[in-house]
Nanobody, 124 residues
Framework: QVQLVESGGRLVQAGGSLRLSCAASGRTFSIYTMAWFRQAPGKEREFVAALHWTGASTDYADSVKGRFTVSRDNPKNTVYLQMNSLKPEDTAVYYC?????????????????WGQGTQVTVSS
């Protein structure tokens, strides 16, 4: 069982930056493919970014490519989402998710573990 806890969300002005963190419990974090999703009010949860458990590959939604970067620190059991050049349309609750081994996927279904979410609000 893995527990995920996100932090770092807050109110920020357009053009600003934030770094979200997702801390994982357990001793096998390094074998989890990790992802970030977000959900805006009235919208479905959507894929943002993912990092393969080997660290060899990443994937990003087109809407965040070039602005967001996903990374991980295995000794700290933490995955990060660095968000730059934020836009009002980035406003959402951001969730981290994990699944043991396996390929990166933008679908929510294959991810076994989810955090409770952290609110990011970007003002214009």
């Amino acid at each position: 069982q893995v527990q995920l806890v996100e932090s770092g969300g807050r109110l920020v002005q357009a053009g600003g930056s934030l770094r979200l963190s997702c801390a994982a419990s357990g001793r096998t974090f390094s074998i989890y493919t990790m992802a970030w999703f977000r959900q805006a009010p009235g919208k479905e949860r959507e894929f943002v970014a993912a990092l393969h458990w080997t660290g060899a590959s990443t994937d990003y939604a087109d809407s965040v490519k070039g602005r967001f970067t996903v990374s991980r620190d295995n000794p700290k059991n933490t995955v990060y989402l660095q968000m730059n050049s934020l836009k009002p349309e980035d406003t959402a609750v951001y969730y981290c998710a994990g699944k043991k081994f396996g390929a990166i996927t933008a679908d929510t279904g294959p991810y076994d573990y989810w955090g409770q979410g952290t609110q990011v609000t970007v003002s214009s």
